[in-house]
Nanobody, 115 residues
Framework: QVQLVESGGGLGQEGATLRLSCAASGGTLSTYTMAWFRQDPGKEREFVAA????????VYEPSVKGRFTISRDNPKNMVYLQMNSLKPEDTAVYYC????????WGQGTQVTVSS
């Protein structure tokens, strides 16, 4: 079973930039649509962005469109989320997974944005 490990989160002020990474082991991501999700404590996990298997097509949750960019590097078995102009409401634990059918969730990476 593929294991997904997220990294790159951190603490920043409003307007900051972060780049999240998702590394896969135990299988390939290259033929699958991949996505980023996020979850704030006490709330349901929500979709953030997805990228098609070849990177040609992307889709974003409206509140992040124009600020976040999802990308992938299939030879490296990696997925990325470039987050610009961060806002306090972006604070959450961020996860990557297959889309739309998910596998086991990784530990996620915490993003905290202060105003």
């Amino acid at each position: 079973q593929v294991q997904l490990v997220e990294s790159g989160g951190g603490l920043g002020q409003e307007g900051a930039t972060l780049r999240l990474s998702c590394a896969a082991s135990g299988g390939t991501l290259s033929t699958y649509t991949m996505a980023w999700f996020r979850q704030d404590p006490g709330k349901e996990r929500e979709f953030v962005a997805a990228v098609s298997w070849n990177g040609a097509n992307t889709v974003y949750e409206p509140s992040v469109k124009g600020r976040f960019t999802i990308s992938r590097d299939n030879p490296k078995n990696m997925v990325y989320l470039q987050m610009n102009s961060l806002k306090p409401e972006d604070t959450a634990v961020y996860y990557c997974n297959f889309y739309p059918s998910t596998t086991s969730w990784g530990q996620g990476t915490q993003v905290t944005v202060s105003s």
